[in-house]
T-cell receptor
């Protein structure tokens, strides 16, 4: 069974631009969660989607948004990028809840 | 919001040694998880343990929810155990955004 895939793996953007990251979960998994990891703030939970609905949300501004498609693939979008958005963005999939999550390799975003 | 602390922040072990990592949290939680991030950034979900004890091979975890701490035990450590160990707590039904909070992590280095 293929693991969680994230695209792109690396991305360089400039301030003010927007970016869309993609996550393909393990086949059959319906829950996708997104996390941000930075040296300063550590790991932070962004949001979780289940069956195309946002089920949980972390404490991030509205510039961070996401969605999930009927095939469970998920995208997250960050608009009006700031330098502080430079981070490793991880997604994880699970069958239903977040008890057993499988993580993708992450997308490393650099904002210049 | 909930504060999560982990100790020790850094740990160096000789291969074969045992270790105990601790996670303290400041308020009651509904869920607690342990994660391992290897030196290449891959994150793995180790335990979902809101209370009680679980074991998986050389790793085991115990959460004493009433006393607001969890312990992760690593026995007969191997070099592949190196990396950062995170605990994360969650409160259900919160209207605030402090729903999933990660600790700062314990960085473990296992030396041959």
């Amino acid at each position: 069974k293929a693991g969680v895939t994230q695209t792109p793996r690396y991305l360089i953007k400039t301030r003010g631009q927007q970016v869309t990251l993609s996550c393909s979960p393990i086949s059959g998994h319906r829950s996708v969660s997104w996390y941000q990891q930075t040296p300063g703030q550590g790991l932070q939970f962004l949001f979780e989607y289940f069956s195309e609905t946002q089920r949980n949300k972390g404490n991030f501004p509205g510039r961070f948004s996401g969605r999930q498609f009927s095939n469970s693939r998920s995208e997250m979008n960050v608009s009006t990028l700031e330098l502080g958005d430079s981070a490793l963005y991880l997604c994880a999939s699970s069958f239903q809840g977040r008890e057993t999550q499988y993580f993708g390799p992450g997308t490393r975003l650099l904002v210049l | 919001g909930i504060q999560v602390e982990q100790s020790p922040p850094d740990l160096i072990l000789q291969e074969g040694a045992n270790s105990t990592l601790r996670c303290n949290f400041s308020d009651s939680v509904n869920n607690l998880q342990w994660f391992h991030q290897n030196p290449w950034g891959q994150l793995i979900n180790l335990f979902y343990i809101p209370s009680g004890t679980k074991q998986n091979g050389r790793l085991s975890a115990t959460t004493v929810a009433t006393e607001r701490y969890s312990l992760l035990y690593i026995s007969s450590s191997q070099t592949t155990d190196s990396g950062v160990y995170f605990c994360a707590v969650e409160r259900f039904g919160e209207t605030s955004y402090d729903k999933v909070i990660f600790g700062p992590g314990t960085s473990l280095s296992v030396i041959p």
